[in-house]
T-cell receptor
Framework: GAVVSQHPSWVICKSGTSVKIECRSL??????MFWYRQFPKQSLMLMAT?????????EQGVEKDKFLINHASLTLSTLTVTSAHPEDSSFYIC???????????????FGPGTRLTVL | ELKVEQNPLFLSMQEGKNYTIYCNYS?????LYWYRQDPGKSLESLFV?????AVKQEGRLMASLDTKARLSTLHITAAVHDLSATYFC?????????FGTGTRLKVLA
């Protein structure tokens, strides 16, 4: 499977600041990247889907102006939480999907996650 | 709309015992995945089930898929403490993952 990294692993910031989280696919052409958030003891909730070079598609209820997603290359996507507030504190996980030697696949490979705490 | 339900939501069991986690999904799904998540960590892939009747085993875990019943099971045999984690069933639909609620498993020594 693909190796996916996220940076940073955890971040603490003050309310009102913006935070950028990077998701990198280290050995895999990620034509599609997904961003999830997970609150404590809950399941993962899909926030948005991004295809390389296109605008992200956001799930219902997710504010696109607050959660800016950029997928500029086949190996990098970023999620920027703008003007973060305490209710944005969560565990953010990215995943990648794309091409293998056998062609396109819908299997997703998950990053290690980023824990965001907004004070 | 594809929905995925898991049961139970929480499971506490003694070491050495067997148990099954159930996963029901509402409409046709391309694939069914099982993942494990340890506290504070991301997801670890356990199984991918591709077709009706598929059965996969890894150590003390065995997963199966019945597409006609839209049911997948994760069976735990002779549980050990190291299996304590949250287990997610995930159905795949139009290249999106739909996550189940998760089952928090706690294995008591």
């Amino acid at each position: 499977g693909a190796v996916v990294s996220q940076h940073p692993s955890w971040v603490i910031c003050k309310s009102g600041t913006s935070v950028k989280i990077e998701c990198r696919s280290l050995d895999f052409q990620a034509t599609t990247m997904f961003w999830y958030r997970q609150f404590p003891k809950q399941s993962l909730m899909l926030m948005a889907t991004s295809n390389e070079g296109s605008k992200a598609t956001y799930e219902q209820g997710v504010e696109k102006d607050k959660f800016l997603i950029n997928h500029a290359s086949l190996t990098l996507s970023t999620l920027t939480v703008t003007s973060a507030h305490p209710e944005d504190s969560s565990f953010y996980i990215c995943s990648v999907q794309g091409l293998t030697g056998q062609g396109a696949t819908d299997t997703q490979y998950f990053g290690p996650g980023t824990r965001l705490t907004v004070l | 709309e594809l929905k995925v339900e898991q049961n139970p939501l929480f499971l506490s069991m003694q070491e050495g015992k067997n148990y099954t986690i159930y996963c029901n999904y509402s409409t046709t799904s391309d694939r069914l995945y099982w993942y494990r998540q340890d506290p504070g960590k991301s997801l670890e892939s356990l199984f991918v089930l591709l077709s009706n009747g598929a059965v996969k085993q890894e150590g003390r875990l065995m997963a199966s898929l019945d597409t006609k019943a839209r049911l997948s099971t994760l069976h735990i045999t002779a549980a050990v403490h190291d299996l304590s984690a949250t287990y997610f069933c995930v159905a795949s639909g139009t290249y999106k993952y739909i996550f189940g609620t998760g089952t928090r498993l706690k294995v008591l020594a």
